[in-house]
Each structure stands twice: as C-alpha cells, then as structure tokens.
C-alpha cells in the first residue's frame, strides 16, 4: 500500500514551501492556500523563477495562522523582516523589488491560485523512492535538495522509483487514484523548466543538468510509463485534476492517508 508523507503548500509562487499535516482542497482542486500570491511586474507579466534567479536566494517562513510572511536573504547577510502576507503591502513589495531589481506587485487569488498547469490544477505529486532515485543520479544534491528543486505538492512512500508514472495515461478514460477519501485524476507528467537545474538557495545553475536528467531518464524509463506523453524526457511528478466532488466527501488530504490506483 502506498501512504501520503508529506504534503508542501507554497503560499507564494516561486518561494519557500510550508510543510502541513492536513489540507484542504478548493472546489477547483488546488491545495487551500498554496500558491495562493504570486509576484507581477509592473507590466503584469509573472515574476517566477525561471526569468529571476535571484528569487531563489530568498528565504521566506510563513506563519499561516497570523497570515505573515518572513523574508532574508541569508547570502546577503541581510536582516530578517516580518511582513503581513496580503496585498497592497507596500513595504513588502519594496523589499522584494530592491532584491530583484525590478518593480513587484503582489496578486493574490483564493479561488485558483497560480497553477502552473490550469487545465490540471490538482497537487502535483511524486514518490519518495523517485527523489531517493534521482539524489543517486546527482550525488551531490541530497534528497531535500531534490524536493526544494522539484517542489511537488504531495509525496507518498511508493514501492519503486517513478511508481507516480502509474497515475496517468494518454487513454480515455484516465488513471483514477484516491488518496484517503478523496479522487483524482492523474492527467500528465509534468513538464519542466530551468528551476530545477539551479540551486534553490543561491540560483547558481547546472549547464549540464537537464542533459544529464534526460539521459538517465531514457535508460530508466519504467515499462508502466507512457512515452507518448514524453515530448521529450525532461519531465517529473504527475499533474493531477481532482474528481470527487465536494458533494460527495470532505475535501481533505491528511499525512498518512493510503493512496489507492483505480486502473
């Protein structure tokens, strides 16, 4: 049987993630409250970390209770400053705009979030045994690293490393899963960008990263995979859409809830 261990909420796109025991699901089937802001320039185009390495360099704690929000960037020796975790705070868009030299907004959206993947707005989710599996491809980025890099919102204790590329298929109709009583939808492997290549402290990038992930990602292809979904094999973690409806169950995920394949 496969068990939930973790569950990442990230409060801000692009920053540090807050590990929770439980979660609540929102109607459209993101994690209550996870990349819930996310930062804008003043031309209204994302802030992320693909075109700011710097964000990478800032270190955020979130105390969800009061709504607040800790930020320092420690290779800066800069001090920590608490900031209330809400919009129109013009002394937390300052800090962020000196830190990454350019002009910040702070948008906030309670109903979606900012999901990377609109159509398949769901938690991404991965293995335990994928992040151990990957950390012995790199030797020199530990499994925590991996997390930090990767940055799904679910990890479960599977059996196999990639045992998540069991959770979608390019077949009609998709992999089902329930994790403790709550269904979903595996829909794709999800794609990925520069992040993963740099650094989640200090946004210092690998050039030989992706090329090294995609070779060994070809020679350890699982039979259970589905390569028509690979457009190429940079690719890790599983997009998900949620199925049960909020009629039907709490929509609730808790740290040990059994994880359940349908197909």
Known sequence: MWTLSSIAVYPVKSLDPVYVDQADLLPCGALAGDRQFALFDESEKLINGKQYPAIHQIRA??????QAVTLSVPQQST???????AVDQPELEDWLSDHLQTRVRIHENRETGFPDDPVASGPT?????????????????????????F??????????????D????????????????????????????VVPSRSPWSG?????????????????????G???LFQNMYRLAVNTRLATSAEDVSLR??????LKLFK
């Not at 704690?61 to 009061?66: I, V």
């Not at 995920?253 to 059994?258: A, K, N, Q, T």
């Open 79 to 85: 001090k920590s400053v608490r900031f209330p975790l």
């Open 151 to 164: 940055r799904a919102n679910l990890e479960f204790a599977g059996d196999l490393p990639f045992c998540e």
């Open 226 to 228: 589905d390569r028509s």
């Open 61 to 66: 704690e979130f105390d969800l209770g009061e």
């Open 125 to 149: 989710i991965i293995s335990t045994q994928t992040y151990e599996e990957l950390s012995r491809w790199f030797p020199n980025i530990s499994v925590d690293e991996m997390r930090l890099r």
């Open 253 to 258: 995920l808790h740290v040990g809830d059994s």
């Open 166 to 193: 069991r959770l979608y298929s390019a077949e009609d109709p998709p992999v089902q899963f329930q994790i403790g009583s709550v269904t979903f939808d595996g829909s794709n492997p999800c794609k990925r960008c």
């Open 204 to 224: 210092d990038g690998d050039t030989q990263f992706m090329k090294t992930f995609i070779q060994k990602r070809q020679e350890t292809f699982p039979t259970w």
